[in-house]
């Protein structure tokens, strides 16, 4: 007799983390593929997984929560990208360039997830809102952070004036997340190679000494 979900074996005691993880990552691919949270129930990512969907209260008490879950997970993971796209690089323009380069590949070729990082209402790095300005902490975390002090090395050597760092991060994060969606919704328009536009908005908006 068939059943609607296929069981499987209950993880060992001290593993329930696990299950968490295949809940997010679940719920993450459901994202990908339909490109809409809505896509998210308890019972569509309980099935996915195969367990029952009350197995999921464990760790989730609502859709939004995992795609809260999801949410966090993806930031940190842009944020691992870029550090990786920039790690070796000396020279801070060349590394601002590098880190926005790779965030912007990380949108062009995720956009259904970083459409979901920035079309909702959260603070900066995927935190919940809760009703506070934003503080340095929240300028000097996750991928903002990185292009703040992006900014601020170009300052500290001379190759930028801008007067600002978390400023001209602000303008030039603007510009950058502009490019992604635009480019992602307007695929047809006849748009200049990445190589092209790329260091002259950086160099623009950054204040980068010619």
Not at 56 to 75: G, L, M, N, R
Request: glycine share 10%; proline share 6%; aromatic share 6%.
């Amino acid at each position: 007799m068939s059943t609607e979900v296929e069981r499987r074996s209950k993880n060992p005691r001290g593993a329930g983390g696990r299950l968490r993880d295949e809940i997010v990552a679940a719920a993450r691919e459901m994202l990908v593929e339909q490109g809409h949270e809505t896509a998210i129930t308890l019972r569509g990512v309980a099935r996915r997984i195969g367990i029952a969907a009350p197995s999921i209260y464990t760790h989730f008490s609502t859709p939004e929560a995992i795609v809260q879950a999801v949410v966090v997970d993806t930031f940190a993971e842009m944020t691992a990208y870029i550090d990786t796209a920039k790690a070796g690089i000396e020279d801070p323009c060349e590394r601002l360039l590098a880190g926005c380069r790779a965030y912007m590949t990380f949108g062009l070729e995720n956009p259904n997830l970083y459409g979901l990082l920035f079309t909702r209402n959260r603070q900066l790095g995927g935190r919940s809102p809760e009703g506070r300005a934003v503080t340095e902490d929240d300028l000097r975390g996750g991928s903002f952070g990185q292009l703040v002090q992006g900014v601020q090395d170009c300052i500290d050597a001379g190759v930028s004036s801008a007067p600002s760092a978390p400023g001209a991060a602000l303008e030039l994060w603007v510009a950058m997340h502009g490019l992604v969606s635009l480019r992602g919704a307007q695929y047809q328009m006849p748009w200049p190679p990445r190589e092209a536009i790329e260091p002259s908005l950086v160099s623009a908006l950054a204040h980068l000494r010619p």
